[in-house]
């Protein structure tokens, strides 16, 4: 029978596949996740939210329950999971990290929830988020979620509590979502692989504007054929998502085996739009021109990426405006002021500014389809800056560039949301303080398939995936041990 610490050190590929062959129960796994919350989550604060003796009931039913005849290649046979507490899980809290919804009971689970647990997950606990969005997960209602790493640092965020579970082995797989760059920041930050995928590859809940096209769901994964599985299970279509597209011919767990290199492959550090930190401009070099080895062509290009940053302003503003404008009207004390900033510059657009930024969003895409009829992906830093302490709420300079905004620092990620192409952070390199860097992976529109064989390509060359999961570090890396379990 396998301990606790082997079962927590399997990848979600392999513990799936020894629950299908009943080798292992979900009880097991709930009791072993259990476990390790308790050894580590009081240090990092990545899973304030648990419902573990509901897990262990549910895995009870679930072992009596006959698993099906021909199961689908997203099945998970028990797995236990976590949401993000942006998701609604029936029975549990929805907090967003918001005092405004400390105690708030969700009567239902939302879309992304129930599909997973259609495909045989088994929810355990909920992700530490910032308040209603950000990209370093603290809030006042459980405080800030630590970087496993180097508890000293942001875990990045929004998926900051997802990314830090995976990587401090208290879950094997983690839900997440993405707008500017909320799979993919704390998935660099934690040594774990983060995916936007296309609009409409995995369904979403009820919260959100139906039609808009700069939110989406997503998987959060230790490697890159867990990310993959986890894609498989996600990707159901759902009647209430009008933008949901069919679940892919070939699975995606199929399409990361046996992967060719990719032809032609363009390079930027930058996006040609502002400053990014030397050593990870350099790490991230280095990692794209392993394809090289492999014979892909590596070339320094981009496309043209003019006007996204104030572009995606406005288009996020006028989100924000859309889901949080009536409530800036009665609880305005209470929010964030970052967020209030937020929704009052959507509040105060001009039609002039939307149409402007509809207009740029449009050339973009056209921009990119053009870059994507010559080159097979984009690679490029997934984040500007390596990770910062986690007092700081974020960075305001980049070397010598000061930043204007509490997003500036994301412009990697949030620009390449525009474009509505499955992007992929994968842990890359460490900087020289040991902290990881993720090389973003970015595809044609709809080639969700092609990013996570290239991943899978690259994760074989950079060796990292096999060091998770981690004992969280300390904040001198003298408090904890630094191997894996």
Known sequence: MATGNELIRMSATEAVARLRRREITPLELVDAAAARIEEVDGRVNALP???????????????DRKPPQDPPPGWLAGLPIAAKDYNDVAGQRTTFGSPIFAD????????????????????????????????????????ATRNPWNLAMTAGGSSGGAAAALASGTQWLAMGSDLGGSLRIPAS????????????????????PAFDPLWVEGPMARNVADLALMLDALSVPHPHDPLVMPAPEVPFSVAVQGATPPRR????????????????????????????????????????????IETFQT????????????????????????IVWNIEKGLQLGIDEVIRAERERTALYHRVAGFFDRYDLLLCPTVAVPPFPVEQAYPTRIGDQELSSYI??????????????????????FTRSGMPVGLQIIGRSRADAAVLAAAALLEGEFGIAGRLP????????????????
């Open 189 to 208: 930050y934690c040594g774990i692989v983060g995916m936007r995928p296309s609009v409409g590859r995995v369904p979403r809940g009820g919260g959100l």
């Open 470 to 485: 981690i004992d969280p570090i300390g904040a001198a890396g003298d408090a904890g041990a630094s191997g894996a379990v």
């Open 408 to 429: 500036d620092w994301m412009f990697l990620t949030f620009v390449v949301t525009l474009t509505g192409c499955p992007a992929l952070s994968l842990p890359c390199g």
């Open 104 to 143: 708030a009971v969700a009567s239902a689970s939302d879309h992304t929830v129930t599909t997973l647990e259609a495909n045989g997950a088994i929810f355990m606990a909920k992700s530490n988020v910032p308040e209603f969005a950000g990209s370093n997960t603290f809030n006042p209602v459980f405080g």
């Open 49 to 63: 939210i648990r419902f573990i003796d509901q897990a262990r009931e549910a895995a009870r039913r679930f072992t």
């Open 265 to 308: 492959v363009g390079f930027t550090p930058d996006l040609g739009l502002s400053s990014v930190d030397p050593e990870v401009a350099d790490i991230c070099r280095s990692a794209a021109l392993r394809l090289g080895a492999a014979g892909t062509v590596v070339e320094d290009a981009s496309p043209d990426f003019a006007n996204s």
């Open 315 to 338: 288009l996020r503003a006028l989100l924000f405006a859309a889901l949080r404008g009536e409530l800036l009207e009665i609880e305005r004390e209470r929010i964030n002021p970052s």
